[in-house]
């Protein structure tokens, strides 16, 4: 299994400051959130990259997972697609600790897996987490130590009818007490990503690769 990925590169010959990694959501594809890209990082200072999810299931489009329920994703397709991105993650051009990683739903999903299901050593520099859920899988074991002043960035829809926004609420009091640097927003919106908090996203892209 391996995946595929459109790339935005950085402007000019010089290297690029950091990564930027957005994880679409279910039934979408890697040009879903392409455009974020140029949202959140206007200046073109990162290497921007939206992945394709790896397997294609019912009713269509790219998926990171199988529907298990609502935290649990099914555990035969989570975990390899949760391998398959964390070696894709581990051979980009730019380090993990200069990356932030993102995503919408699903792709929220998998940013909370990847992001602190690795142990503090494979942590990147930030997670964006819009209208998602931290997952429970048999396996899997989120590391919520040393997260004192960690970047990290929720956002969710008060009438979204897909994930409810108590799962948001609930990523929110599971990470503040850690003394993570948390940036919390909801929007009086369903299941979608609420434009109006891109400019904090971008603020909060550029602090997390300042930290």
Same mark, same amino acid.
């Given at each position: 299994?391996?995946? =595929?990925? &459109?790339?935005?590169? %950085? ?8 990564? *930027?990694?957005?994880?679409? #959501? ?6 879903? $959130? ?5 949202? &959140? ?36 397709? /989570?975990?390899?697609? /949760? ?11 730019? +380090? ?5 990683? #993102? ?10 897996? $990847? ?8 942590? +990147? %520099? #930030?997670?964006?987490? $819009?209208?998602?859920?931290? +997952? ?5 074991? *989120? ?5 004192? #002043? ?15 926004? =108590? ?15 948390? $940036? ?12 109006? /908090?891109?400019?904090? *996203?971008? &603020?909060? %892209?550029?602090?997390? *690769?300042?930290?």
């Amino acid at each position: 299994m391996t995946l =595929q990925a &459109l790339e935005r590169r %950085a402007n000019g010959k010089r290297e690029p400051e950091g990564a *930027l990694v957005l994880l679409h #959501g279910r039934g979408a594809d890697e040009c879903d $959130l392409y455009p974020l890209l140029d949202e &959140l990082d206007p200046e073109r200072r990162l290497l921007g990259v939206a992945p394709r999810g790896p397997l294609s299931l019912p009713p269509g489009g790219a998926h990171w997972y199988a529907l298990g329920g609502i935290p649990t994703p099914d555990p035969s397709t /989570f975990w390899p697609t /949760f391998e398959a991105a964390a070696a894709w993650l581990d051979a980009l051009p730019v +380090p993990l600790e200069r990356t932030v990683l #993102g995503g919408f739903s699903q792709g929220a999903v998998m940013s909370w897996a $990847l992001g602190l299901g690795r142990g503090a050593a494979k942590r +990147p %520099a #930030g997670i964006i987490a $819009l209208s998602g859920f931290m +997952p429970v899988v048999d396996g899997l074991e *989120l590391d919520l130590s040393g997260l004192d #002043g960690y970047p990290i960035a929720i956002g969710h829809g008060t009438y979204d009818p897909v994930i409810s926004v =108590q799962f948001g609420r609930e990523s929110r009091t599971r990470v503040e007490p850690t003394g993570a640097d948390v $940036l919390y927003r909801e929007y009086p919106l369903p299941h979608t990503i609420d434009p109006g /908090f891109l400019p904090r *996203l971008r &603020l909060f %892209a550029r602090h997390a *690769l300042l930290s």
